[in-house]
């Protein structure tokens, strides 16, 4: 997942570098909602009319940031729990699975009680490539939780403070799972001394290869 | 690599104590209050979309009007994180100049240490005459052997992630947010990183809630690695300890 680190370098940060993340992108990857493979529960479009007045105070991008979070987080738990079904992880790959899996599910249902309860429907994933030893499930994770980390960054500048002082709790902790991912991969876990801020499109693109079929 | 020890409280930065009135406590004082914090949001809507020019170099003040006051904001919390990056690029940097570390260990200090120093690079760009010099360290013998590198490091970075985040929303700038999340976002893989070299849990919560002002500046006064107070504006006089 170098792809999603690189856009600074160790010895210099440019500031002015760091990029907005434009709305347009994240609407337009949210409309065709399923054909990526995060589904979004059933409403999700009549969900923002309904608690458009909600005690939660959101605005209706929050709303789509949120969702899109969540589908992120479900692909997450999704995951975790398909890499322990299969039961092929041992040492501290499955305990990364363990405890990263049950974070995932926290962020999820935190997000969703955002929301006011409506969540993602569970997507159709079928990981079984990726889950079937320590090597592809870490390879895999590390990819995933990588471009999570991006994905959140992207996202921050596109909430109101208010939402953002509730998911920063969540960003930063998805970026210890995605160090400790590289570290389980050899690589280095904090490859730059800047991460890469990236939109919602780029987020699915990165993301296809775990997608699979389902896109 | 057994990660089952219980985690390191941020209390570990609280092994000695004696109050100095450094760097952080000062930077600390210029910040938001709460009050205004909440009061922010009305200010915004008024200030309307004036936030995007003459960000990256803090010019352009207009002393009075609402843009004014957020820059001024935001250039506190700047020079907040920079008293933060300030201490740990000094830390490592130190760790790497005594050479105690070895293996994985010293990779974690010359990589990390040369993100904070990036981090402190970027925030001084960005603060220009306004960022406050950097204060001397004594790290009190904690980079002179592996243990007490690894157990203070373990403290620094947990301290750093939960510092960022109680600051993050009070930032009024975009642009400003931008890069304070890409660094918050790094400062949580450093503190991954170090906590599984010291063979604890890189993530032992799901969430990671932030730390006050005034505990960050608690912690880091205990720890008494700020040995000079630091003057209100930045001197041409090159610091005795570049970290």
Known sequence: ?215 | MSVNRPPTATATLGQSLFDVDGALSETAGRLPTRGQFIRRGGRRLAAGAVGGAGLALGIGFVPGSAHARSEREDLAILNFALALEYLQASFYTEAERVGALHGPLAQQARVVGSHERAHVAALRAVLGRQAIARPRFDFRGTTDDPKSFRATAVALEDLSVGAYKEQLPRINSDHYLAAAVAIQSVEGRHAAWIRRLAGIVPAVNAFDEPVSDRRTVQLVNATRFVTLKVPHTSSKRSPSFTG
Do not use: C
């Open chain 1, 1 to 215: 997942m170098d792809g999603v680190q690189g856009t600074a370098t160790q010895s210099g940060v440019d500031l002015a570098g760091a990029q907005p993340t434009r709305r347009d992108a994240l609407t337009r990857w949210l409309r065709p909602v399923g054909a990526t493979g995060v589904v979004f529960g059933a409403g999700a479009a009549g969900a923002t009319v309904a608690f458009a007045r909600g005690a939660s105070g959101l605005t209706h991008r929050d709303r789509e940031v949120l969702e899109f979070l969540a589908g992120l987080e479900q692909l997450e738990s999704s995951f975790y729990a398909a890499a322990l079904s299969a039961g092929k992880l041992t040492g501290e790959p499955l305990q990364f699975a363990q405890t990263v899996g049950r974070e995932e599910r926290a962020h999820l249902s935190d997000l969703v009680h955002l929301l006011g309860g409506h969540g993602p429907s569970a997507g159709h994933h079928r990981f079984d490539r990726m889950v079937k030893s320590n090597a592809s499930f870490v390879a895999a994770a590390t990819t995933l939780e990588d471009t999570v980390v991006a994905a959140y960054n992207g996202q921050a500048e596109n909430v109101t403070r208010r939402t953002l002082a509730r998911i920063a709790r969540i960003m930063s902790v998805e970026s210890r799972h995605a160090a400790w991912a590289r570290g389980l991969a050899g690589k280095l876990p904090a490859p730059v001394a800047v991460d890469a801020a990236i939109d919602a499109d780029a987020a699915m693109k990165a993301l296809h290869p775990l997608l699979g079929g389902a896109s």
